[in-house]
T-cell receptor
Framework: DAGVIQSPRHEVTEMGQEVTLRCKPI?????LFWYRQTMMRGLELLIYFNNNVPIDDSGMPEDRFSAKMPNASFSTLKIQPSEPRDSAVYFC????????????FGSGTRLTVV | QKEVEQDPGPLSVPEGAIVSLNCTYSNSAFQYFMWYRQYSRKGPELLMY????GNKEDGRFTAQVDKSSKYISLFIRDSQPSDSATYLC???????????????FGQGTILTVHP
């Protein structure tokens, strides 16, 4: 099993540009989570899906952020327009049982907005 | 007040020391407790998982849960330089709750074990 696959690994973009982060969960996992990690705020849950349906998006910072899961094997997190304060590491994780027995995380996308 | 509080450290110990990492929480709905380890520039990886109050041992690692005090701990015996990482506690509500699907993480404690 290749694990949770995220792309790109690094992204540097200019303020105002659109950024799209991608995630392929582990096959068979029916939960998918997007987290953001910064030194100041730690790991913050942005949104999670169960069976491709968004369940809780209360962590999405503002309307500039959107997430989709068109099928069980793919999800995107989009930021439009991007701002320097969006600079962070974005993690995707997947799970078979929700939060009860932990998730498997991807390697993350390090986003820098200049 | 955050739902999960964790001392960010940093914590620096000599090789062979016993390390104690701790978290407190306020949400009594939390029933599942985990510890993750995160190496620099990597994603968190699940280290230990516990459900009930008490101790769970796995090699050099022991996870302890005290639900009455809303307090969890991770002990590392005979610490090694390879244990140097950030350790995050994480918790989830019991099945059926509205927050069942998600984990809430502590801030993480940075640990350095020097030779």
């Amino acid at each position: 099993d290749a694990g949770v696959i995220q792309s790109p690994r690094h992204e540097v973009t200019e303020m105002g540009q659109e950024v799209t982060l991608r995630c392929k969960p582990i096959s068979g996992h029916d939960y998918l989570f997007w987290y953001r990690q910064t030194m100041m705020r730690g790991l913050e849950l942005l949104i999670y899906f169960n069976n491709n349906v968004p369940i809780d998006d209360s962590g999405m910072p503002e309307d500039r952020f959107s997430a989709k899961m068109p099928n069980a094997s793919f999800s995107t997190l989009k930021i439009q327009p991007s701002e320097p304060r969006d600079s962070a590491v974005y993690f995707c994780a997947s799970s078979l049982t929700g939060g009860a027995f932990g998730y498997t995380f991807g390697s993350g996308t390090r986003l820098t907005v200049v | 007040q955050k739902e999960v509080e964790q001392d960010p450290g940093p914590l620096s110990v000599p090789e062979g020391a016993i390390v104690s990492l701790n978290c407190t929480y306020s949400n009594s709905a939390f029933q599942y407790f985990m510890w993750y380890r995160q190496y620099s520039r990597k994603g968190p990886e699940l280290l230990m998982y516990t459900y009930s109050s008490g101790n769970k041992e796995d090699g050099r690692f022991t996870a302890q849960v005290d639900k009455s005090s809303k307090y969890i701990s991770l002990f590392i015996r005979d610490s090694q330089p390879s244990d140097s990482a950030t350790y995050l506690c994480a918790m989830s509500a019991k099945a059926g709750g509205t927050s069942y699907g998600k984990l809430t993480f502590g801030q993480g404690t940075i640990l350095t074990v020097h030779p």
